[in-house]
Each structure stands twice: as structure tokens, then as C-alpha cells.
């Protein structure tokens, strides 16, 4: 495997803009994750998923974001309608079980102007 | 519910010298434990991890951490700093449901 793919790497969109991210998981990997990383608020999780199934989404800010995991291959974060704030690095990883580690993306830098 | 507290967000050290990054846990269940690093425009990597057994846990480049369940801590260790351990670092727990709790990171500076 080539490790979890996350497209785009680089994103700059206008305000009010939809924006999709895109995550390849590993396979074999039940949990995925989406976190969102900025300097003043750290390394947040915004949602997970177990064998596709949202577990916990109660770090989704607001409505305008949403996740999918349509099947093991495969999760989309959309933010519908964009706000500068939404500006972070995010981040998806997945993991085989509870005890086991996360494996991490490249991250996606998303700015929004 | 876990939750995860590094003391700390900015150490930082001379080469050579002693690295240590503290974190405290709240768990309601034996922990699972881990130490991840991040260098600048990448992701997360583990450097070692603690589910059970030996609670003095080794990872890589030459990093190592106890679990101290009295104290409820697993502080991170090395015993000669590089140059290039310059890095961010965190420490997440598990919870029982597989969720991967991070706390707020130290930011590591090595001096020459």
C-alpha cells in the first residue's frame, strides 16, 4: 500500500465556495478519521468512522460540514458554504483497531479567502 | 471520557542535552498509549506505543516512554538531543470505542 492518499494537497478557494477533500485509506483498516489542524486550536477530530459507519461526528463544527465514507476505499469532508475560518490543515488517518496505530495522510492545506 | 494533557507547548534544549516531554492522561479504562511526531508540512508518525506488557515502551530514533499508571502519565524521553529531533510532538490516548484522542503538542527546539 501506498500509504492513505489525501487530494488535493493544496487547496485555496473564495469564501462561500464549496470545497471537497478527498482520503484513500489504507485497506484493511476499519477506523477512518478526519481532523482538522490549526495553531490555536491544536490537533481537533471532527469525525470517525467504523467499518463506514460514522461513529462520532460531535467535532464537525458546524452544518456546513459534512463527511461520507461511501466504502472502504474512499471518504469525502465537504464544507458547503466555505468561511475563512474553515482555513487549517486537515488531516485523515486510519487504524486496524483500538490498539493500534494511526496511520496519517500528507494533509490537505486548505485557505479560504 | 479520555482525555489527554501535555505540559508544555514549547520546550527547548541543546544538543546533547536531556529531551523530556511530559503527558498526563484521564482514562476510565487501561489505556492505550501513544507518542506520535510531526515534522513541518507532514503528517503524523508514530513513534511508539504503549497497549500492554513492559511499561517502558522504546521507539524509534532512539525515543522511549513509561507508563505510569499511578501517576497516570507517560512522559516521553530521550537521552541526547539532535538537530534534527526538531519536531512537533503529541501524545494521544484510545478510547474503548477506537477513538484517537491528541493533546495540544510540544513544539521541540534543539540548540546547537
Known amino acids: 500500500d501506498a500509504g492513505v492518499i489525501q487530494s488535493p494537497r493544496h487547496e485555496v478557494t473564495e469564501m462561500g465556495q464549496e470545497v471537497t477533500l478527498r482520503c484513500k485509506p489504507i485497506?484493511?483498516?476499519?477506523?477512518l478519521f478526519w481532523y482538522r489542524q490549526t495553531m490555536m486550536r491544536g490537533l481537533e477530530l471532527l469525525i470517525y468512522?467504523?467499518?463506514?459507519?460514522?461513529?462520532?461526528d460531535s467535532g464537525m463544527p458546524e452544518d456546513r460540514f459534512s463527511a461520507k465514507m461511501p466504502n472502504a476505499s474512499f471518504s469525502t469532508l465537504k464544507i458547503q458554504p466555505s468561511e475563512p475560518r474553515d482555513s487549517a490543515v486537515y488531516f485523515c488517518?486510519?487504524?486496524?483497531?483500538?490498539?493500534?496505530?494511526?496511520?496519517f495522510g500528507q494533509g490537505t492545506r486548505l485557505t479560504v479567502v | 471520557a479520555q482525555s489527554v494533557t501535555q505540559l508544555g507547548s514549547h520546550v527547548s534544549v541543546s544538543e546533547g542535552a536531556l529531551v523530556l516531554l511530559r503527558c498526563n492522561y484521564s482514562?476510565?479504562?487501561?489505556?492505550?498509549l501513544f507518542w506520535y511526531v510531526q515534522y513541518p508540512n507532514q503528517g503524523l508518525q508514530l513513534l511508539l506505543k504503549?497497549?500492554?506488557?513492559?511499561?517502558l515502551v522504546k521507539g524509534i530514533n532512539g525515543f522511549e516512554a513509561e507508563f505510569k499508571k499511578s501517576e497516570t502519565s507517560f512522559h516521553l524521553t530521550k537521552p541526547s538531543a539532535h538537530m534534527s529531533d526538531a519536531a512537533e510532538y503529541f501524545c494521544?490516548?484510545?478510547?474503548?470505542?477506537?477513538?484517537?484522542?491528541f493533546g495540544q503538542g510540544t513544539e521541540l527546539s534543539v540548540k546547537p
Open positions: 468512522f467504523n467499518n463506514n459507519v460514522p461513529i462520532d
Open positions: 504503549y497497549t500492554t506488557g513492559a511499561t
Open positions: 494521544a490516548v484510545s478510547d474503548e470505542g477506537g477513538k484517537l484522542i
Open positions: 482514562s476510565s479504562v487501561p489505556p492505550y
Open positions: 485497506s484493511g483498516h476499519d477506523y
Open positions: 488517518a486510519v487504524r486496524a483497531g483500538m490498539n493500534t496505530e494511526a496511520f
